[in-house]
């Protein structure tokens, strides 16, 4: 079997949100698998000298309308949260603890991240509210809470995120397909014909 | 017959030498005119705090690589220009002289300058450069130099920039399509299917 294809993310992206409705699907396409990983774009806006769309004249009135377009193509559920953006450390923790014993759950909670945000405008920073999504999808919601303060899982979700930023990224979503990175989800396009033809 | 789509672009913008390729085909697919419309990125940047793609810390890097692909992927010649980016002041001026009085032979001549400066890898900063790439479009060589130069295509120049950043333009290219606006070459796919549709 080919190389999973890598998905990172932030989940307070709503591009990254959009690509979740569709990356699985199109990794299926190709016989391939889906690795979901979870990062923090503050520090890889840090690195990379960016700054949160929202905050920037003009390109955050294009991305706000945007969303709603693209959410509209891609027939998406899609309400830009109140607070947005937010920090997702909580809910990458969360995952990064659930994926080290249960990959195909972590998965599933991390829709349900997205969706709790983007559909249910539930503020996921708060780590209650992660708590609360995790027990929706039946994790130890008690082990779930202690995860997410223990060090382990803290240093794990900023290995990740390092990790990421050693390879390039910088924004959200960014996927990997053998190596070769593309970033927005408005490549999917280009990622999909990189795979059917193998490249060029 | 319906509005004309808008090409705004910075005659150094790679995204929009590739756009360039496609965008009066797909105009015409819809039975739509095609205006283009150059204009200078430093002061849209400064009016968005955006700055240029090659000076950013990984993003400069994906997007070098990114031309590369983009243009084996679009069949369309492409080596990055030495020096990039350049002050694209005199061709901007040269092309609205030349649109004020022949509207196809500036289109012509945007064409010839785009690839003079990413085919050719000449340097189209230099206003002898742009001189001789009208006079091979077979302009009249003398009065466009001496256009380049004249306060009224300064001021026009300055007022075209003006005018897209009021309108939201804070890259290239940048199109608009009975007001909605695109940004970027990877978005001419769903603005095919905007036309398509009528919108969504």
Known sequence: MPAPIEFFFDFSSPYAYFASHRIDELAARFGRDCLWKPMLLGPAFKASGNQRLIDQPLKGAYSTHDWERMARWMKVPYRLPEPF???TTSAARAFWWLDSTEPRAAKSFARAVFAAYFEGGRDISAKAE???IGAAQACD??????AIDEPVWKDKCRAETDAAIARGVFGSPFFFVDGEGFWGADRLGMLAEWLESGGW
């Open 141 to 146: 919601a008690q082990a779930l809470a202690a």
């Open 130 to 132: 992660v708590v609360a």
């Open 85 to 87: 953006p937010v920090a």
